[in-house]
């Protein structure tokens, strides 16, 4: 990741702390930021500081263009360098404004469309500076779509051995009515050890065609001998992954069962069957989990039939990630990570509330989770997967290696 030297002048840091228009302040000085980041970059490029004489130069500056980018402290005017060859390129608009860029255009298509409020009329003026038309919508959509779609129907070329589904539901407005959509997610760990979320699809409902024809999806651009599935025990989510991933196993997620489990257990005991049930997901072998199950059914089967019972039928999916080695087990016997993420893509779903059609859905959510991919890529290792392939070669006559 490359690093770079910023100088903040004197001036701009009066204006930081003593401004009492703080966004204004922020704006300036998020623009020299900026225009120093592109300064940087174009003297990475060309090999050669600005009148450097240097035999590693390979081209020469050739003045500025302005260009605005729009963010939520204000317009910054940014001075784009330009090359004499013509060969100056920067990520710096495309991945700043991919999210930004969705979310102003579901709010435009809301006002196009007749049904946004006077509010989001106020809000998407303001953040593009100007009034825009139905043309104008369809031009930018032109630009973004292509990009989403393409992360979308990426080729899963990697391994990966453990995968993560989960379903958000959004409202989305369709020949004048308002209806529910669900938006499926499906988050792996490859091979390498990073996350990826590898697909997304939106579906009338989280039945089993709906989960079957997004898990085709997926194995038609790739992915295959995947071990662990992990999600919640909706059936129709259920019957799919059994059907589409035979040779796998399926983790049920421990925090929707203990809910569950609660659901069905007294009031008053519900504070010591939780802990009982802490101690049967940190067992540290399936022996030990039979155990601990056991017991738990023997000291409450007559005070809690109902939780005992469903601890009973349960307990091998529960239980599944106790074929693992222990240090992948936290991180993959529940949804939370997916969880997490659904979290932030309603953070930004509020904003909308009621999208003006499918298409702005995909766009919104595809442009987010392709952020968050790129973060996951660029960041730490989820797992070090070293000791998962040398455990299944020892396990598999016919192991399955990295790429």
Not at 49 to 71: D, H, I, K, S, W
Not at 110 to 132: A, D, H, P, W, Y
Request: hydrophobic content about 35%; aromatic content about 8%; glycine content about 4%.
């Amino acid at each position: 990741m490359a690093q770079f030297n910023i100088t903040i002048t004197e001036e701009l840091l009066h204006g930081l702390f003593l401004s009492n228009g703080r966004d204004e302040a922020f704006s300036k000085l998020l623009e020299e930021i900026f225009n120093q980041v592109l300064l940087a970059q174009s003297t990475e490029q060309i090999g050669a500081e600005p009148y450097e004489r240097t035999e590693t130069r390979t081209a020469y500056r050739n003045g500025f263009r302005e260009r605005q980018l729009t963010t939520r402290v204000g317009t910054l005017t940014l001075r784009v360098p330009r090359h004499r060859n013509g060969q100056f390129s920067t990520e710096l608009f495309s991945r700043y404004q991919r999210s930004e860029q969705a979310l102003v255009l579901a709010m435009m298509e809301m006002v196009i469309n007749g049904v946004s409020t006077r509010k989001v009329e106020q809000i998407t003026e303001e953040l593009c500076g100007k009034k825009f038309s139905k043309s104008a919508v369809s031009t930018l959509c032109k630009k973004l779509d292509p990009i989403v779609e393409a992360f979308r129907t990426r080729p899963l070329k990697c391994h990966y051995p453990f995968l993560t589904v989960d379903a958000i539901y959004v409202k989305v407005r369709e020949n004048g009515r308002v209806q529910s959509r669900g938006l499926l997610i499906a988050v792996a760990v490859n091979e390498e050890g990073y996350r990826e979320i590898i697909g997304f699809q939106l579906a009338n409902s989280e039945s089993e065609s709906s989960w079957g024809e997004f898990f085709s999806s997926l194995k038609d651009r790739g992915l295959k001998n995947v071990d662990l599935v992990t999600s919640d025990d909706h059936k129709g989510l259920v019957n799919a992954v059994r059907r589409h991933f035979q040779g796998a196993s399926w983790q049920r997620c421990q925090t929707h069962f203990s809910r569950n489990m609660l659901d069905h257990t007294p009031k008053a005991l519900q504070p010591e069957v939780k802990e009982e049930l802490r101690r049967l997901y940190e067992a540290v072998d399936l022996e030990s989990a039979r155990k601990i199950r056991d017991q738990i059914i023997e000291t409450y089967e007559a005070k809690a039939p109902k939780m005992t019972g469903l601890l009973d039928e349960a307990f091998d999916d529960i239980t599944a990630v106790l074929a693992l080695p222990l240090k992948y087990r936290k991180r993959l016997r529940t949804t939370n990570g997916v969880e997490r993420l659904n979290q932030e893509i309603r953070r930004r779903e509020r904003v909308i509330r009621i999208f003006p059609n499918e298409a702005s859905v995909i766009r919104l959510m595809g442009a987010l989770l392709m952020e968050q991919d790129e973060k996951w890529q660029t960041g730490r290792k989820y797992f070090d997967m070293q000791l998962y392939y040398q455990t299944h070669k020892e396990k598999n006559p016919n192991p399955i290696t990295a790429a």
